[in-house]
């Protein structure tokens, strides 16, 4: 087992083959929750919340926060707006089409970086009804024309993943000459496997030379996102970009604080995201887009440091025995809880933490009583209820007076 004060994972994820193959470099993150987020069916979130969630992303390290989409929606551009005036650490980034008007817009706002996207594949040329020199042509004017205007730009290449390597090879390439400084290798609608990515991205990085800085930005169709950003780092990407909770359209986007945890904790790669902020960042972000999260959602869920089986919290006082990282990591807290599959331990632990006393005598049968209520209320005890029930048991085997 590999561990250190905080991190207890396999020894084989050190082996030289494994770890060799990772740089040594600080992978950065691009947050996208602004505005891929916030394409969450359902969601709206309004320009002051955008703005408290950027505060957020501020504290947790993100390097940069893509800000919106101000040409097509006006709320963002005041999101935009407010944002700059909040003195946030992190860079601002837009987000453009191809479109000399979208551009426009930024310019207007003073936005001084900009994602600028065009459709690759065939597939997404055909749906717009666009060829391949057309969208050629609007990628090289639309970079240009950023350029001019001192906005540094990254390209966008739609549905890269699907798109001919040639032709991927060409727009990026041209977008590069036309002015942009970074390429993002986006895989739209989750369509790749970790490995095909790796190799697209090892494709892409050959392609662009060693000093243009590579994104990836995937989705989670296959419930591959975390592997996925994983692979785009093995194969050169030093940016990936996702969102908080994994929100976006479909299955969501790369959970980008979920890949830091991977990317930390099993490759021992440097990640410029503070963890012990995600689980509080998590809960901003979910209160404002209105949304639920699985209680065992890696890294975030309220069930992770919780223990309810006996098997398990005879272990509780040996952290590494039954979790892969240290609860202190995530700022997160441990806790024993009751209910159908406790043990005689749960109770020991419970009663303790509670500052409860019982007897050894008393010990099987308020076990019994907890079992029993947690299956009439379907659910857990609460500490209410359980000292009820302890108080009951201590009661009943008092000495009579």
Not at 151 to 177: H, N, P, Q, S
Request: neutral net charge.
């Amino acid at each position: 087992m590999t561990t250190n004060s905080k991190v207890w994972v396999s020894e084989l994820n050190a082996r030289p083959e494994i770890r060799s193959a990772f740089p040594k470099t600080t992978v950065r993150f691009y947050d996208t929750t602004l505005r891929d987020g916030e394409q969450t069916v359902g969601v709206v979130l309004s320009p002051h919340q955008k703005l408290e969630i950027a505060h957020a992303l501020d504290e947790l390290g993100v390097s940069r926060i893509e800000a919106g989409f101000p040409r097509v929606s006006p709320e963002d551009g005041e999101a935009i707006q407010l944002m700059q005036k909040a003195g946030i650490k992190a860079e601002l980034w837009g987000f453009s089409r191809a479109v000399k008007a979208d551009v426009d817009e930024l310019v207007r706002l003073g936005l001084r970086a900009s994602v600028i996207e065009a459709p690759t594949s065939d597939i997404k040329l055909k749906a717009y009804g666009i060829s391949r020199d057309e969208v050629l042509k609007r990628v090289t004017d639309a970079v240009s024309a950023a350029k001019q205007a001192g906005i540094t730009v990254a390209f966008f290449a739609v549905d890269g993943t699907r798109t001919d390597l040639e032709f991927l090879k060409k727009i990026c390439l041209e977008a590069l000459r036309a002015g942009a400084a970074e390429i993002v290798v986006v895989d739209t609608i989750g369509a790749c496997g970790p490995e095909a990515i790796e190799f697209l991205v090892r494709q892409v990085r050959g392609w662009v030379g060693a000093d243009v800085p590579l994104h990836f930005h995937g989705h989670n169709d296959f419930g591959m996102g975390t592997a996925g950003a994983v692979a785009a780092v093995r194969g050169g990407a030093s940016w990936i970009q996702g969102t908080i909770n994994g929100m976006g359209e479909r299955a969501g986007n790369v959970d980008i604080c979920e890949a830091a945890l991977a990317l930390k904790c099993l490759y021992d790669v440097p990640v410029a995201l503070n963890l012990a902020k995600v689980r509080e960042v998590s809960e901003v972000v979910r209160k404002a887009a209105g949304y639920t999260l699985e209680a065992w959602k890696p890294l975030v869920g309220e069930n992770l440091f919780m223990r309810e089986s006996g098997a398990v919290a005879s272990q509780f006082h040996i952290p590494e025995a039954i979790e892969p990282y240290s609860s202190e990591l995530v700022n997160a807290r441990r806790s024993i809880v009751l209910g159908k599959k406790s043990g005689l331990d749960s109770v020991d632990l419970k009663a303790k933490e509670l500052g409860l006393s019982i007897t050894p005598e008393q010990r099987v049968a308020i076990l019994a009583a907890v079992k029993k209520r947690a299956i009439a209320k379907s659910g857990l005890l609460t500490d209410d209820e359980f000292r009820e029930i302890v108080q009951s048991h201590s009661a009943a085997t008092s000495p009579a007076r």
